[in-house]
């Protein structure tokens, strides 16, 4: 991991760690693991939005095509989802969406 990734994901998890119903978890590489309530269903709620064609999955493509879902559930890890560290402006994305969605 670059030191411009291990900074924004440090960045990008203290942020995280402001949404209420969201705690981070320690995670290794450029992942950040979030213990949550329910959450098949907040990722279910929260890739639906970042949907490729709507506009915040525009947004948050930013014209890469995606190898991976913004947000995820880790196999034999109860209670938590993933997401993947990308740039600020991405990650702002999903930020906000998160916020929306457990809101």
């Known amino acids: 991991m670059t030191y411009e990734v291990h900074e924004e994901k ?5 942020r995280l760690a402001t949404i ?9 590489g450029d992942w950040i693991l979030l213990a949550v309530d329910s959450p098949s269903d907040l990722a279910r ?10 506009a915040l999955g525009r947004a948050f493509d930013q014209g890469e095509e995606r190898s991976t879902p913004p947000i995820s559930v880790p196999r034999n890890m109860e209670g938590q989802v ?8 991405v990650n702002e994305v999903l930020l906000n969406t998160l916020r929306d969605v457990v809101a």
């Open 20 to 28: 209420p119903g969201v705690r981070t978890m320690p995670s290794v």
């Open 45 to 54: 709620k929260v890739n639906r939005r970042l949907a490729p064609g709507t």
């Open 82 to 89: 993933r997401v993947h560290v990308r740039d600020p402006k």
């Open 10 to 14: 440090d960045r990008f998890s203290s």
